[in-house]
C-alpha cells in the first residue's frame, strides 16, 4: 500500500509598516488573511493592523521569551500542512526582533520559508541620510552596557563601510558621545520616527548631534543612527579648544564661570552628556594625581 505524504504548510516571514499603515504591501495582506495562523510579537499590537484592514486569521504569540518553545509548536503545525505568517510589531521580522530561530527549525525540518519584503527602518534611514549605500554594516542595537558598547564600536572602527545602528532615546546621547570618542569625528544622522508625522533627520557631526540629543526633549521616539565611515579632519577639528574635560573646565572656570556650569560648558563643547564629563573629569584628575 502506498502511503500518503501530507505536504508540509509554508512559513511567511511578512514585513508589516513601522510607522504609516499605508505601507503594508498588497502581497502582506493577501498571505496574512490566507494562512492558517499569524505568530505575533504582540497579538494585541498586530490585532490593530489585523483590524484596518479587516483581516480574520487567527494569531499567536511569537516572543523573544517564548521562542523557543513556540518554535516547535509551530514547527508542528508547519510539518502538519498548515502556512503560518510570523510578524513583529513593526518592520521585517529577524530584524532585531524575534523569528530567527523559527526560520532554523523550520528549514531543519524542510519547510519551505518564503520572505514577503517591505519595511526594515534600517534601509528607510540609510537611504534617506545622504550618507553612501554602497557598503554598509547594520549591527542592530549596540549593548546597553557602556564597556560592551565601546568594545563593539572599536570593533567596527576599521570598516570602510557606513555604519547603521538601532538605538533607544534614553541611550543616544551616550551612544553619540562614545562613538565621537572611539571613532573620530564623522557626519552622521539620526533618523527619527520614519513614516511617520514627526519624521525628522538630524544631521551633523557626531559631536554635534551628541550636544543635540542631551536633552530629554530631544531624545524622543524611534531612531537609527547613521554614521558615515570617514573621520573628519578638518581645520575646525585640530583647533578645537582641548578635548580633555579637566584643562577645559579649568580654562572656564579661569575665565569666571562656576564648576557647576563650567562642566556643563565643556560637556557641551566636546559633544559629552553631563554624567560622561563628570566620570572623565574625575578619571583625568584621578590619572593627574598618580
Ligand atoms: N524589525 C524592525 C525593522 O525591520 O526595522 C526593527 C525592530 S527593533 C525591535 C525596533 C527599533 O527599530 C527601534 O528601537 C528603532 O531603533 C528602529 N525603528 C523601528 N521603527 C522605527 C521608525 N519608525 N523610525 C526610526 N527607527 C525605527
Known amino acids: 500500500m502506498r502511503r500518503m505524504t501530507q505536504p508540509k504548510g509554508t512559513l511567511y516571514l511578512v514585513a508589516t509598516p513601522i510607522g504609516n499603515l499605508e505601507d503594508i504591501t498588497q502581497r502582506a495582506l493577501r498571505v496574512l488573511a490566507e494562512v492558517s495562523l499569524i505568530a505575533c510579537e504582540d497579538t494585541r ?11 480574520k486569521t487567527k494569531t499567536a504569540s511569537y516572543h ?21 505568517a510570523v510578524v513583529s510589531d513593526a518592520g521585517t521580522p529577524c530584524i532585531s526582533d524575534p523569528g530567527f530561530r523559527l526560520v532554523r527549525a523550520a528549514i ?34 549596540l549593548p546597553a552596557r557602556t564597556h560592551a558598547r565601546r568594545a563593539r564600536l572599536t570593533a567596527v572602527k576599521q570598516l570602510s563601510a557606513t555604519l547603521v545602528f538601532y538605538e533607544a532615546p534614553h541611550r543616544i546621547a551616550h551612544t553619540l558621545s ?35 540629543f542631551s536633552t530629554e526633549q530631544a531624545a524622543r521616539g524611534e531612531m537609527v543612527l547613521v554614521i558615515d565611515r570617514k ?60
Do not use: W
Open 64 to 84: 523573544e521569551h517564548n521562542e523557543q518553545e513556540r518554535a516547535a509548536e509551530l514547527c508542528a503545525m508547519l510539518e502538519a500542512g498548515k502556512d503560518i
Open 45 to 55: 499590537r498586530t490585532g490593530v493592523l489585523l483590524a484596518r484592514f479587516q483581516i
Open 231 to 290: 573621520v573628519i579632519e578638518d581645520e575646525a577639528e585640530r583647533e578645537a579648544p582641548s578635548s580633555s574635560v579637566a584643562e577645559r573646565v579649568a580654562e572656564l572656570e579661569g575665565e569666571g564661570l562656576d564648576h557647576r556650569a563650567a562642566l556643563k560648558r565643556a560637556a557641551r563643547e566636546l559633544g559629552l552628556t553631563r554624567d560622561e564629563a563628570y566620570r572623565r573629569l574625575v578619571s583625568e584628575r584621578a590619572s593627574a594625581e598618580e
Open 178 to 212: 562614545d562613538a565621537r570618542e572611539i571613532l573620530g569625528e564623522r557626519e552622521a544622522v539620526v533618523a527619527r520616527e520614519l513614516t511617520k508625522v514627526y519624521e525628522e533627520f538630524a544631521r551633523g557631526r557626531l559631536s554635534e548631534l551628541a550636544a543635540r
Open 108 to 141: 531543519e525540518r524542510g519547510v519551505r520559508v518564503v520572505p514577503v519584503p517591505g519595511a526594515a527602518a534600517f534601509v528607510a534611514a540609510l537611504v534617506a541620510s545622504g550618507l553612501p549605500t554602497d557598503e554598509f554594516y547594520f549591527g542592530g542595537f
